[in-house]
């Protein structure tokens, strides 16, 4: 079946096979010495998904991707630079321990006939393998559809979701400047048979209505073929049937009411084995994919609202302010901030937000500044510490006030001020359902606790805080800002804290 992909495959096999990659030069360089170079890479999502078995149905074959940044340290006298190319250096990755995928799945049995392409083995749509280097993409470098599976090669049947590649970049003559071990998150886990909602991928392919045409014969079936998944595809139109997103949570939104919370999106992204939501979000602050992305009909129908699944996503800048968010229409995923560094680069990928739950995740910090968390040592790239605000800068108080409150409406917060020690209870009188949530702000604009409401029975929303932060810590003596939202209704206020 002929399908559109983000790049012509056949294209990128060539390259592949036919082409290496080599530098562009830097604006300046000292001499290339290791050490002197810092690599961040990253995986552009907390999971990749994909089918083990295609002979029936494919939702997702074998894709994982890798963003790379190259940093020449700074001193004294030079600020750290983002490097766009070294004369005559390679950035080349690999999986150790994971060197071949076919006979792991039996994707290459069936590339033909769901996308078109006869691919060879262990080369995936873009044509990468499993080793290979990355591509120059402006400041930042990319090697995209990896053909990962979670399996192995010691242990071919069983899975393991978070392998760590190996990147290096190296010079012309083959020495090492800088080395990173980045997780790449897979896994197969997508439980529609096994956590029993269905007897067989027959019997879903087969209960199926024949819209547009759909022949239950016609196997194996690529999902994407009538209902797109832009993370695939590349392409933004809904496909003839509908986004892939759109129908299949708007046809499992029963589930909300019969498991709900986490355990309901496990049903089908991996999994109560693998728990992709792994980053801080999940271990420190008890947050579910609720929190962000809403229930399974609030996510069809932000779609049918004119949401672009994958493109339109929950936003850090939701619950942070605009100060430690993303810029509005940018996804956290793409977003660049301090001189130019990929978000990600310093607090990982989404839903694996440093420090992750699993050591692999947090190995990259580990070996770059000496512990697991958001990079925050100055000088792993400026090589000193340097006099300033941070990555983040400084706004002065007036303005986050301003942000925070802005127009929304009062919040009743009593007693106050709060002494160490003590509780206050904070009231939203204009809430509804009582559903919502609080988050509580320093003079920086710095989110330091989020706090579900409970419903009073009277009108009310109430809320209690203890003076401490999502990590049980007291906060210091000062000036605090609250917000409370539920839907389209918000209410603020701000309280001292006396310690």
């Keep these: 079946m002929e399908y559109q992909f983000r790049r012509s495959a056949f294209l990128f096999v060539a390259l592949f096979l036919l082409s290496g990659w080599i530098f562009m030069t830097p604006s300046w360089s000292r001499a290339q010495v290791p050490g002197d170079y810092v690599l961040l890479v990253v995986n552009d999502l907390g999971m990749h998904c994909m089918n083990k078995d295609h002979h029936n149905m494919s939702i997702l074959p074998p894709f994982n991707t890798l963003n790379a940044q190259i940093i020449q340290k700074g001193d004294a006298t030079h600020l750290p630079m983002i490097v766009t190319g070294i004369p005559g250096a390679t950035l080349s990755y690999s999986i150790p321990g994971n060197t ?45 559809g990896i053909p990962l599976t979670p399996f192995p090669d010691a242990t071919p049947t069983v899975e393991n979701p978070y392998q760590q ?92 009411q019969l498991t709900p919370g986490l355990a309901a999106c496990q049903h089908c992204h991996p999994g109560p084995d693998t728990r992709c939501l792994r980053g801080t979000m999940a271990t420190d602050h008890q947050m579910i994919c609720q929190d962000c ?8 129908g932000t779609i049918d609202g004119g949401r672009i699944p994958w493109v339109n996503e929950p936003a850090c800048r939701t619950c942070h302010t605009s100060q430690y968010g993303e810029p509005a229409g940018t996804r956290y995923r793409d977003a660049r901030g301090h001189g130019g560094v990929m978000c990600s680069g310093c607090h990982d990928s989404p839903h694996a937000i440093f420090p992750s739950r699993e050591a692999a995740d947090n190995k990259v910090m580990v070996d770059l500044q000496g512990h697991a968390g958001t990079l925050e040592d100055c000088t792993v790239c400026h090589g000193i510490t340097p006099a300033g605000d941070g990555p983040h800068g400084f706004r002065p108080v007036s303005a986050v006030e301003g942000e925070v409150i802005g127009d929304a409406g009062p919040l009743r917060i009593f007693p106050a001020p709060l002494n160490a020690g003590s509780k206050c209870t904070i009231m939203a009188a204009g809430a509804r359902s009582g559903n919502g949530r609080l988050l509580i702000y320093d003079v920086r604009g710095r989110t330091v606790r989020m ?49």
């Design 165 to 256: 590649g190996l990147v290096q970049l190296k010079d012309a003559m083959g020495t090492v400047l800088a080395t990173s071990t980045p997780v790449l998150p897979v896994s197969t886990e997508v439980n529609c048979v096994t956590s029993g909602c269905h007897s067989s991928e027959l019997s879903i392919i087969y209960g199926h209505s024949s819209e547009g045409g759909f022949d239950p014969n016609n196997r194996p079936i690529l999902c994407a073929s009538c209902h797109n998944s832009v993370i695939l595809t590349g392409n933004t139109a809904p496909g003839s049937q509908g986004y892939f997103s759109k129908v299949i949570h708007e046809k499992h939104a029963f589930i909300d």
């Design 100 to 144: 071949y995928s076919v006979g792991k799945t039996d994707f290459w049995s069936y590339d033909v006939q769901l996308f078109g392409v006869n691919l060879p083995d262990n080369v995936g749509l873009t044509g990468n393998g499993l080793t290979g280097t990355f591509t120059s993409s402006g400041d930042m470098f990319i090697a995209d």
């Design 293 to 300: 992305h809403g229930t399974m009909a609030q996510v069809a």
């Design 451 to 499: 706090i579900q409401a409970d419903a009073a029975g009277d009108g009310q929303a109430r809320l209690f805080w203890d003076g401490r932060d999502g990590h049980g810590q007291e906060v210091s003596s000062g000036v605090y800002f609250m917000r409370y939202t539920e839907g389209t209704y918000s209410a603020a206020g701000k309280l001292v804290v006396v310690n």
